[in-house]
C-alpha cells in the first residue's frame, strides 16, 4: 500500500476516533491541516498514555496538550470547581489560576472555599497566602497564615512557614523576619530556605552570618547526592553567586 493512501487511512481512523472517544474537536483540525505530525501527536497525547499509564507518559501528555489546547486545564478546573464545591476543587482551580497570573482570581477562589465546615481549612489558606504573596500583599499573606496558626496550631508546612518570614520580611518587619528565617532554615528539607536567609541577613548588614550560612549550603551540597544536587540546582547556583559576592 502506497505511503499516502497509508497515510490518508490512519488520518481518517485517527479522526473517527477523535469523534467515537468525544475528544476535543480541535484534534480534527490538526490532523486534517498536520496529517503526519497531527497524527502522531494525536496518539502520543491521546493514545499512547491511556495504554501504558507510565509518569513519562502522562507528563509528555500534558506538554502536548498544553500547546494544543492551553485552556484545557484551567476549563476542567473551573467545571470541576461548579459541578464540586469541594476543598479540593478549589485548591485545583486557584492554583491553576495563580499558575496564569491570574492571582485576583486564584485568591477570590481561595476566599469563596473559605467558609463552613472549611472555614479555616489549612489547604485553602496556603494557596490563599501564595496568591496573596505573588500578587504584593504581604500584609494579607501574614494575615492568612496568621489564621492558619491560630486555628490549626498542629499543622505543619515548611513552605508556608518559609511564606510567613517573607511576608514578614516584605512588610518590613525584620526582628520577627529573622527569627522565622532563623527557624525555617534549620529544618527546611532544600537549600531554598537557607539561601534566602542568607540574602537576608546580607540585606540586613550581617553578612558573615550570610557568608556562614550560604558555605553550610554549598559544604551540604558537595556530600550530597546526584539526584539531590540536580534537584536544588537552582538553589545551589544561587547560593554560589552569592558566595562569590562576599
Same mark, same amino acid.
Given at each position: 500500500?502506497?505511503?499516502?493512501?497509508?497515510?490518508?487511512?490512519?488520518?481518517?481512523?485517527?479522526?473517527?476516533? @477523535?469523534?467515537?472517544?468525544?475528544?476535543?474537536?480541535?484534534?480534527?483540525? @490538526?490532523?486534517?491541516?498536520?496529517?503526519?505530525?497531527? %497524527?502522531?501527536?494525536?496518539?502520543? +497525547?491521546? +493514545? *499512547?498514555?491511556?495504554?501504558?499509564?507510565?509518569?513519562?507518559?502522562?507528563?509528555?501528555?500534558?506538554?502536548?496538550?498544553? @500547546?494544543?489546547?492551553?485552556?484545557?486545564?484551567?476549563?476542567?478546573?473551573?467545571?470541576?470547581?461548579?459541578?464540586?464545591?469541594?476543598?479540593? %476543587?478549589?485548591?485545583? *482551580?486557584?492554583?491553576?489560576?495563580?499558575?496564569?497570573?491570574?492571582?485576583?482570581?486564584?485568591?477570590?477562589?481561595?476566599?469563596?472555599?473559605?467558609?463552613?465546615?472549611?472555614?479555616?481549612?489549612?489547604?485553602? $489558606?496556603?494557596?490563599?497566602?501564595?496568591?496573596?504573596?505573588?500578587?504584593?500583599?504581604?500584609?494579607?499573606?501574614?494575615? %492568612?497564615?496568621?489564621?492558619?496558626?491560630?486555628? %490549626?496550631?498542629?499543622?505543619?508546612?515548611?513552605?508556608?512557614? *518559609?511564606?510567613?518570614?517573607?511576608? *514578614?520580611?516584605?512588610?518590613?518587619?525584620?526582628?520577627?523576619?529573622?527569627?522565622?528565617?532563623?527557624?525555617?532554615?534549620?529544618?527546611?528539607?532544600?537549600?531554598?530556605?537557607?539561601?534566602?536567609?542568607?540574602?537576608?541577613?546580607?540585606?540586613?548588614?550581617?553578612?558573615?552570618?550570610?557568608?556562614?550560612?550560604?558555605?553550610?549550603?554549598?559544604?551540604?551540597?558537595?556530600?550530597?547526592?546526584?539526584?539531590?544536587?540536580?534537584?536544588?540546582?537552582?538553589?545551589?547556583? $544561587?547560593?554560589?553567586?552569592?558566595?562569590?559576592?562576599?
Amino acid at each position: 500500500m502506497p505511503i499516502v493512501l497509508l497515510s490518508l487511512f490512519i488520518q481518517v481512523g485517527l479522526i473517527i476516533h @477523535v469523534i467515537k472517544t468525544g475528544r476535543n474537536q480541535l484534534w480534527i483540525l @490538526v490532523l486534517a491541516l498536520l496529517p503526519g505530525a497531527g %497524527s502522531l501527536a494525536y496518539l502520543l +497525547v491521546e +493514545v *499512547l498514555p491511556g495504554l501504558f499509564g507510565t509518569r513519562g507518559a502522562r507528563a509528555a501528555a500534558r506538554g502536548m496538550r498544553s @500547546v494544543i489546547d492551553p485552556n484545557r486545564e484551567l476549563r476542567d478546573a473551573a467545571a470541576r470547581a461548579a459541578l464540586t464545591d469541594t476543598v479540593a %476543587s478549589k485548591v485545583r *482551580l486557584g492554583a491553576e489560576l495563580s499558575r496564569r497570573g491570574d492571582y485576583a482570581g486564584a485568591i477570590q477562589t481561595y476566599q469563596s472555599g473559605l467558609k463552613g465546615l472549611y472555614e479555616h481549612d489549612p489547604t485553602l $489558606l496556603i494557596g490563599l497566602a501564595e496568591a496573596q504573596f505573588a500578587s504584593g500583599d504581604a500584609a494579607g499573606t501574614r494575615a %492568612s497564615l496568621d489564621s492558619l496558626i491560630a486555628h %490549626s496550631p498542629d499543622f505543619k508546612s515548611p513552605d508556608a512557614h *518559609l511564606l510567613y518570614a517573607r511576608a *514578614l520580611e516584605a512588610e518590613g518587619n525584620a526582628a520577627k523576619a529573622e527569627s522565622e528565617y532563623e527557624a525555617i532554615a534549620a529544618y527546611f528539607p532544600g537549600a531554598e530556605a537557607k539561601v534566602r536567609y542568607a540574602q537576608f541577613l546580607r540585606k540586613i548588614g550581617k553578612r558573615a552570618e550570610a557568608t556562614a550560612t550560604l558555605d553550610d549550603v554549598l559544604k551540604i551540597a558537595e556530600l550530597a547526592p546526584r539526584h539531590v544536587r540536580r534537584a536544588q540546582a537552582e538553589w545551589i547556583s $544561587l547560593a554560589k553567586q552569592e558566595r562569590a559576592r562576599a
